[in-house]
């Protein structure tokens, strides 16, 4: 009577309480959030690839450093905005629904950067024109500011336990997909209009093509139903709503944010460790690298545009197998290994890329490339992970957006900046090097979650089968705790001898 008391202590999993995920639909909501990222990416990729055309067209005054900074100035002043973002739709997220904010900002970001290919140039309205690139870029960062986090966490809670790492990797390898299409179209519109063509009205091509991938993206996600994970916190809000008030079930946005930094502030920190480290790693290589070759190693342009192009491709070939190898040798582990070899190697592959030539240089960018894709293909997994599901757009939309408008969007500013001030050209590998310490120390602090069920979530599996064996397992696990918990009762100084050999 004792054990069978012991074993109904802890409430056994149930049949009921195992998701079974549809294939189909989970194959639609990754590739509806996946297209929203390479929609935001390749306007990026846009951007960087065309900083020096861009400061020529809308900061002519200047000389070709000063217009450099005062393009990546631009682009920064984005990233100054996505906290605002973050604070707006996540809360909203995790009030209304994942599926409804991801296509308000899918409408946001397509508007936005399709404005900036109708812009008039500096020559036509002058001051007038960076105003309004100004704008046009705050709009798109305020909301990028709900989009990554409402799009891991809609693959997060979409995805079965044992693969969310190979299905979130599809999330950046739409980033890299969408910055290596922009990217591309830029350098194939530079080789065939040549620099006067780009500044005098190419530029303007790249940015409408966002129209009608955007119709497309939008198209995608009104499709998309919500996350099991979303739909049953609903139910079980609507349920604590009857039985202790609206008001306790339906937290306010301020109450949901008081309650991040002061009851979840320790994974707030890790996050924004992790992020650091991508994100620096992200904008080195894929914003800054290319100006930084053309502008200040006086590479050539198109050259400089391949090398970092076909990195890219790299990055997107690799990144689900990093994805699926965070499945089964763990997330903790690939962060740990990727931020000391990001120490270790980011001044050798900066003196290759530097070399000169096209060998060198493409080994170097080949180096930060894989360094980038272990953070890359494993982010989206372990990021929403730390959180509860209650508050999991919320709190990710905020450590995100923080941590990527303090050290992420302003790294291709800072290290023209300080290279412009020093006149040392390698201090991209020193930025680099101190991101890698950031993410060694938060990744020292995670908890293992590959193959875990998300914080307040029940398991979710791929076949009933899997889940009559995952509930038989717990049975068995249970029965074995109750066991113990029994002889330790019956036999204490038995059950210690026995646990001492």
Request: with cysteine; hydrophobic share 50%.
């Amino acid at each position: 009577m004792l054990r069978t008391l012991l074993r109904r202590r802890k409430k056994m999993l149930t049949i009921e309480d195992v998701t079974v995920t549809d294939r189909p639909e989970v194959h639609r909501a990754v590739s509806a959030a996946a297209l929203g990222n390479m929609m935001e990416w390749f306007d990026f990729g846009v951007y960087a690839y065309m900083a020096a055309t861009l400061g020529k067209v809308f900061f002519p005054s200047g000389s070709s450093g000063t217009q450099v900074i005062a393009a990546f100035a631009t682009f920064a002043a984005a990233f100054v905005v996505r906290p605002l973002g973050g604070l707006v739709f996540g809360p909203l997220g995790d009030r209304i629904g994942r599926q409804k904010v991801l296509a308000a900002t899918m409408i946001m970001m397509a508007v936005s950067t399709f404005a900036v290919g109708l812009l008039p140039a500096y020559a036509t309205v002058g001051v007038a024109a960076p105003v309004l690139l100004l704008a046009c870029r705050l709009v798109q960062g305020f909301s990028t500011g709900g989009e990554y986090a409402g799009a891991t966490t809609y693959i997060a809670e979409y995805a079965p336990d044992e693969r969310r790492g190979v299905l979130g990797s599809w999330l950046d390898f739409g980033t890299f997909v969408g910055y290596a299409l922009g990217s591309g179209l830029v350098t194939v519109l530079t080789a065939a209009l040549g620099s006067d063509g780009m500044t005098g009205w190419g530029w303007r091509l790249p940015f409408l093509v966002a129209g009608p991938l955007g119709l497309i993206g939008l198209y995608m996600r009104m499709r998309l139903e919500e996350t099991p994970a979303f739909r049953a916190e609903a139910e079980s809000a609507e349920s604590a709503a009857e039985l202790a008030g609206a008001e306790e079930a339906r937290q306010s946005g301020h109450g949901r944010l008081k309650e991040i930094f002061t009851g979840h502030w320790h994974a707030v920190l890790i996050c924004m460790g992790l992020v650091v480290v991508y994100n620096v790693t992200n904008y080195v290589v894929t914003s800054y690298l290319p100006t930084f070759m053309t502008e200040t190693l006086r590479q050539n342009p198109t050259t400089a545009q391949l090398l970092v192009l076909g990195t890219m491709i790299l990055v997107a070939l690799t990144i689900t197998t990093v994805g699926r190898r965070s499945d089964t040798w763990g997330r903790r582990p690939l962060f740990m290994a990727g931020s000391a070899a990001l120490v270790a190697l980011a001044a050798p592959a900066l003196l290759l890329i530097r070399a000169g030539g096209v060998l060198l240089p493409a080994l170097g960018c080949a180096v930060l490339g894989l360094l980038l894709v272990v953070f890359a293909g494993t982010s989206a997994a372990t990021l929403p992970a730390l959180f509860p599901t209650r508050m999991r757009y919320g709190a990710l939309s905020v450590s995100y957006n923080i941590s990527v408008s303090l050290f992420g969007g302003t790294t291709p500013l800072v290290a023209s900046a300080l290279l412009e001030s020093t006149g040392d050209e390698m201090v991209p590998a020193y930025y680099l090097m101190g991101a890698g310490v950031i993410g060694f120390c938060s990744a020292l602090f995670l908890h293992e979650t590959a193959g875990k069920p998300l914080r307040g979530s029940g398991p979710m599996v791929e076949t009933p089968e899997q889940a009559q064996r995952l509930v038989a397992r717990s049975r068995t696990e249970a029965g074995r705790r109750a066991r113990n918990v029994w002889m330790h009762l019956r036999h204490p100084g038995r059950h210690r001898h026995h646990e001492e050999r």
